[in-house]
Nanobody, 111 residues
Framework: QVQLVESGGGLVQPGGSLRLSCVAS????????MAWYRQAPGNQRELVAEITTIGTTKYVDAVKGRFTISRDNTKNTVYLQMNSLKPEDTAVYYC?????WGQGTQVTVSS
């Protein structure tokens, strides 16, 4: 069973950027869809972005044009590049592969 480890979270000012990484314990080549979710305090976990093994992507409307998801199958890694960050992007960000979740990484956007 694959394990996922996220990193790259932190504190950033509004308008700043962060890049999240999700490293899998084995090859992700055969995993059709990899995704990033987020959960803010008091809110339900929501899908942020998803990428398939052929590179098809989708994003929640709130992050379109600001976030970019990518995957490197040779490194068993999925990335989430987050630009123009807003306070409302503050949340714990989770990586998901099929039914497997990572432990999450905190992103805080604040001045």
């Amino acid at each position: 069973q694959v394990q996922l480890v996220e990193s790259g979270g932190g504190l950033v000012q509004p308008g700043g950027s962060l890049r999240l990484s999700c490293v899998a314990s084995r090859s992700i080549y055969s995993i059709w869809a990899m995704a990033w979710y987020r959960q803010a305090p008091g809110n339900q976990r929501e899908l942020v972005a998803e990428i398939t093994t052929i590179g098809t992507t989708k994003y929640v409307d709130a992050v379109k044009g600001r976030f970019t998801i990518s995957r490197d199958n040779t490194k068993n890694t999925v990335y989430l590049q987050m630009n123009s960050l807003k306070p409302e992007d503050t949340a714990v960000y989770y990586c998901r592969a099929a039914a497997i979740w990572g432990q999450g990484t905190q992103v805080t956007v604040s001045s």
